[in-house]
């Protein structure tokens, strides 16, 4: 499968309307699905793409300090 029809297998997918985007109705389900992938292609590669977000990347013992048990 080549990279483009990954790509359109992924729009076509998400082509399908939520139940809230189906509420307000959509002129051109694909090429929303395009431009909501592309966003989130950008903001994947790039995570400052998004300011307003905090994605943080840590791993379990990055996360909590370990507590020794009193004796």
Do not use: F, K
């Not at 997918?13 to 090429?31: I, T």
């Not at 590669?45 to 013992?61: F, G, I, K, Y």
């Amino acid at each position: 499968m080549t990279d483009e029809q990954s790509d359109q297998n992924r729009v076509e997918s998400r082509a399908h309307l939520l139940p809230e985007e189906a509420a307000v109705g959509s002129d051109d389900p694909e090429a929303q699905a395009a431009a909501i992938l592309t966003e989130s292609d950008i903001r994947t590669a790039d995570q400052n793409a998004a300011p307003d977000t905090v994605l943080e990347r840590r791993t379990s013992d990055q996360t909590v300090a370990a507590v020794e048990p009193p004796d």
